[in-house]
């Protein structure tokens, strides 16, 4: 898979993104990446104590260790001020901003699916994206969460992005019914990421919840992981 990556130390630039044509365009600033996978642009200031990132045009995502929000259109994240909306109320970063849905989560759910059913997987993750950040607290926000991880470990090719998806699953939803789903999801991104020892205890654990579902496999570096045995039901995140 192709992409992009810059990397800002100090001074402005304005990103203008166009990941059609290179895959997804990461951005790190300060430690702090982020993420773009549709068209639009982003103004980056970096200063030795402190950066700030605006999303003049489209929706980006923005990562910090194993968290990730999305930017949208209009938003600055500020290293001091945390996030700063387009109307420019602030809150702290970390803490949910005041819910503006836009949209029904059923339609948006089955519009992601249909879109993952014909084969447009940009565009069914933009979707499961956008159900996320506008009914991020509804139970279709946890399908989507395991849908776009399935997504992006699969035909996106973005293991730190389905871990991400997967963490956020297991984290809102422990005992969820696609529980199953998103831990053996989270065993193979770690595997992908080259994180055999996460991978492994990863794997442990899911072999210890379910473990009627799996057998262990063996890795090339000899840790033991979990896979699908082939009794495993095949209920995925579009059910």
Do not use: C, N
């Amino acid at each position: 898979m192709r992409g992009a990556v810059l990397a800002v130390e100090r001074g402005s630039v304005r990103v203008e993104v166009a990941p059609a044509g290179v895959g997804i365009v990461w951005v790190e600033v300060a430690g702090v990446a982020i993420v773009s996978d549709e068209p639009g642009a982003l103004l980056i200031v970096a200063e030795p104590q402190r950066w700030r990132v605006t999303a003049v045009r489209g929706s980006h995502r923005l990562r910090e260790g194993d968290s990730e929000r999305s930017l949208a259109e209009g938003e600055t994240v500020d290293s001091l001020a945390q996030v700063v909306p387009a109307d420019g109320s602030r809150t702290e970063r970390g803490a949910s901003a005041k819910p503006r849905p836009a949209s029904d989560p059923g339609e948006l759910i089955d519009e992601a699916h249909a879109l993952r059913g014909a084969g447009k997987y940009r565009a069914a993750a933009r979707i499961y994206r956008r159900l996320l950040r506008e009914h991020g607290d509804t139970s279709l926000a946890r399908t989507a969460q395991v849908a776009l991880g399935q997504l992006s470990l699969g035909p996106l090719g973005d293991p730190r992005g389905a871990l991400s998806a997967f963490d956020g699953y297991l984290r809102d939803a422990p005992q969820g019914a696609l529980a199953e789903e998103a831990l053996h999801g989270r065993v193979e991104a770690l595997h992908r990421l080259g994180r055999e020892r996460d991978a492994a205890q990863a794997g442990a654990e899911f072999l210890r919840r379910f473990p009627a579902a799996a057998t262990p496999r063996t890795s090339a570096s000899g840790s033991t992981a979990a896979e699908p045995s082939e009794t495993r039901r095949s209920r995925t995140a579009m059910t």
